[in-house]
């Protein structure tokens, strides 16, 4: 067992089976999770099909003294264990999402992660507007504990484990977003695939076939961003929580189309 509360700002304790042991006292922590089956149709190599877990999710955590806070700010704050398996050749990984429009604007509902405990890489991607196999902007950023790293609008995304260890992580995100997967289904998964490789990171792209365009893949590491109350090592769910106004480019993305992109909030110089 493992407890959670300084690195995640709740009081949490991830069990010896993955499964987080929430404190009563927490309002919200629907529960939800993958098994192999359900991820069956965006793996990359053929695997025995069966229910083994692959992650969990606990959705619209808060104390209870954050209630009406967050609520009013229309913002939602959840929790995922992804445990550490491997896929055939690929590291176990999430089913992948794109973020809904924003009423008539053109532009989808940021999102913003933190690592709790492991190690995260984010595959994002952008698809062409007019043509979704055409793929014009893909990251594999890579980010450590204590470290957020922002899902800019208009990206996809995919979270993968490359660790033997369980990967465990929060996001904020707008309360009325509700994830869009049916590209990602119908693709067989991300623009690329991540896999195990012997040298240097220890992993390795491979492209995907099933999309039409495959731009070059960049690797990132997230910048700190203060301006957001993304400070790393700090818990982002007390940090959001006593500095909310800090969180406003999730629900209104609108105001902050320059300043939540993705070279404002990476750095690929860390390469």
Request: glycine share 6%.
């Amino acid at each position: 067992m493992q407890d959670l509360k300084k690195e995640s700002g709740l009081s949490v304790i991830l069990k010896d089976d993955f499964k987080l042991d929430l404190d009563i006292k927490l309002l919200g922590g629907e529960f939800s999770g993958r098994t192999i089956r359900d991820m069956a149709g965006v793996i990359k190599d053929k695997i025995i099909i069966n229910d083994a877990p692959l992650y969990y999710v606990y959705r619209d955590l808060r104390e209870r003294e954050d209630d009406q806070i967050v609520k009013k700010n229309h913002l939602r704050f959840d929790l995922t264990v992804i445990l550490p398996k491997m896929l055939g050749e690929e590291f176990n990984k999430t089913l992948g999402h794109y973020h809904p429009i924003k009423d008539e604007i053109d532009i989808s509902y940021p999102e913003v992660y933190e690592v709790i405990s492991g190690r995260a890489l984010f595959l994002l991607q952008k698809h062409n507007k007019n043509n979704n196999e055409i793929i014009e902007e893909v990251y594999l950023v890579e980010a450590r504990a204590g470290e957020k790293a922002i899902t800019p609008p208009n990206f996809g995304h995919i979270t993968i484990n490359p660790l033997s260890v369980p990967l465990v992580m929060s996001n904020w995100v707008a309360a009325e977003f509700s994830s869009e997967y049916e590209l990602y289904e119908k693709y067989r998964g991300g623009v690329y695939y991540i896999v195990k490789d012997d040298k240097d990171s220890g992993y390795k792209e491979i492209a995907n076939e099933k999309y039409k365009k495959i731009p070059k893949l960049i690797k990132a590491r997230p910048k700190e961003l203060p301006q957001f109350g993304l400070n790393f090592g700090k818990p982002m769910y007390k940090s959001g929580c006593q500095n909310i106004k800090k969180l406003r480019y999730l629900a209104e993305p609108e105001n902050f189309i320059k300043e939540i992109v993705p070279e404002k909030v990476f750095d690929y110089a860390k390469n």
